[in-house]
DNA sequence: CTGTTAGCGCATTCAA
DNA sequence: TTGAATGCGCTAACAG
């Protein structure tokens, strides 16, 4: 409530003394001016009016933190464990550095561009952006822009982009699924997750592959629908009347969890029967019998990543690298068998 | 980027004027200058500046959503699904009423209160705030507030509040556990859901059993630890040598379902030697096998009348109700059984 | 070391 | 129907 204004009256000084203390610069005040400002201030718990430093400043203290959704189904990146997850740890990096978070989902570039103008967002954090969404967001924005899991068409621009090891995912994933002498593999990405990243994923799978001097086929690779019925049906014709795959691997471990359940209610043991594998390692992995085999990426550094990657971008700090590419680790667990001798 | 007053020059017209058609005046414009206005500021991508609006109204369009994180661990309620859910329901009203979301995870009554006065919050909505907390709160602030799933002291304030009716999930639960045979019910509050909620929820129970002419004594009820080693061995004694429950009823899906798989581990047949129930019916409910015998609550609707009720009070709209209570329903699956006959 | 001053972009009152 | 003027609270450049 109190102003710059009111504390300096109450201090005897002038707004500029005031605003001195506020700001740290000792240098240019009186210890003992210095010790009277900060008690009125802290007992008048004085808080700057944020609107009158944007408008000074042309520059906000806040960060948008921005989630794109699928236009049809009125749903966010949150009602996935492992985003919300990420976003979590986001605002706390935000917070921790002493920036704000605005949390904004859309569709539409231009929602992006008029947020940023309208708030003077001093950075944008865009989580799961279509490429081509990415590359006019990115074009026509002045603000620093970290990407999360974004695929770009290549355009020879310098993005900043906290992304994930999908490729070698992809690949630790297959080749340990050869390994255990599995070689009709279908590979299930989700809608949900952006066909570059499906795409990078499965290009690593068939890697894996050509390293052993075999190929895999695009037929191999397949996208689960959003619907839970046709999931239940796709499940169906996997597994009868007798399942034409050895191993099923999922791009997700919530849709891997759902088909061992399918199979163990429909008699087929995993892994006896057939195989089963997830990606990402959230709490479904861990909840589902047998456990999954899946592959593991820390959804809190994938925050902390972004945050600290703008705030470099903010801060005009160099970078050491335009992009991070986040490890991933293959969990064995129990949802693989060896795969019975054709 | 362009200003009022850039847009007027290139009308040829006064700034007032220009403010006038932003704001619908129409009235005070005439048909001409008002087209003439309208295509300039379409063309120009007028977007205002949010922060000179604050200065001006002294208020923003910022509603603070503000999540309780447990001092000790750094998490916050983002962790899990259901509030997810609420979260992503939120974001949705805000967005749609044509307001903005400051999301901030904190435990301290005193960020919330220099949230607000930073950034002249036009309302608040506080998640799983204890109850002492949310009495300051909503005490030192004119904003406008509504909380979610709050347990107040009484004194004798008027709350706005979104809650759930628990106490009627607890009774339901019960009663149908009773009139399955059971007697021997342990119940199992997690951490995470504030004492008060579980208090309620503990109250329906009992009541339950007073219907029937019996007690539930307060050693039934328990609080389970937010350290999986230690819930494995609260387990482990619920089930060695012999279950001395017929039922253990978990006030959360998720702990439900790891009980349930902890039984399958050991040997213990679920429902046949005990059964098990949860609560909220998220997804963990409907993945694990035996479907989950649960309480149903909307997630996406909690958030819905959270915003509803927040926006009536920043509009100065009369409420029908200061707080409104969701409803629940028993959504009975197949992790219960017959007791045995003792 | 301290104070004065001129904007930042918009809302709003009052005058024409 | 239109325009001019003032103030919101802060920053920053400048003057003392």
Redesign the interface.
């Given at each position: 409530?109190a102003t710059i204004k009111q504390i300096a009256e109450k201090a005897g000084v002038s707004p500029t003394t005031v605003a001195n203390v506020i700001h740290g610069r000792t240098a240019r005040v009186s210890p003992e001016t210095l010790e009277k400002v900060r008690a009125i201030l802290d007992r008048e718990?004085y808080?700057?009016?944020?609107?009158?430093?944007?408008?000074a400043r042309?520059s906000?203290r806040?960060i948008g933190?921005i989630m794109f959704r699928e236009p049809r189904r009125?749903?966010?990146v949150?009602?996935d464990?492992f985003s919300?997850?990420v976003?979590?740890s986001i605002?706390?990096e935000i917070?921790e550095a002493g920036y704000?978070?605005?949390?904004?989902?859309?569709d539409h570039e231009e929602d992006v561009?008029?947020l940023v103008?309208?708030?003077?967002l001093a950075g944008l954090i865009l989580i799961w952006v279509p490429g081509e969404i990415a590359g006019i967001i990115r074009r026509s924005v002045e603000t620093p822009v970290v990407f999360i899991d974004c695929v770009f068409d290549e355009d020879g621009q310098e993005y900043h982009n906290v992304a994930l090891d999908d490729e070698k995912g992809g690949f630790e994933l297959t080749r340990y699924l050869l390994s255990m002498g599995h070689e009709r593999i279908a590979f299930f990405a989700d809608s949900a997750s952006w066909p570059g990243t499906a795409d990078l994923r499965f290009g690593g799978c068939r890697r894996a592959f050509a390293e052993e001097g075999k190929i895999l086929g695009n037929d191999r690779f397949m996208v689960l629908s959003k619907d839970f019925g046709e999931r239940q049906e796709t499940y169906r014709k996997l597994t009868v009347p007798e399942p034409p795959f050895t191993a099923l691997a999922f791009f997700s471990d919530?849709y891997a969890?759902?088909a061992i359940?399918y199979c163990?209610?429909h008699g087929i043991e995993v892994p006896g029967r057939v195989s089963v594998t997830g990606f990402d390692d959230n709490?479904?992995a861990r909840?589902?019998?047998p456990r999954l085999t899946t592959v593991y990426q820390d959804a809190a550094l994938r925050g902390q990543q972004a945050v600290a990657m703008l705030l470099a971008l903010i801060r005009g700090e160099p970078l050491e690298s335009p992009s991070v590419r986040s490890p991933v680790t293959l969990k064995v667990r129990e949802s693989v068998g060896k795969a019975a001798r054709d």
């Open positions: 409530m718990k808080a700057p009016n944020m609107g009158a430093i944007m408008l042309s906000s806040i933190v009125n749903e966010t949150l009602e464990p919300s997850k976003i979590g605002e706390r917070r704000y978070m605005m949390l904004h989902a859309t561009l008029r103008a309208k708030w003077k919530y969890a759902e359940i163990q209610e709490i479904f909840l589902v019998r």
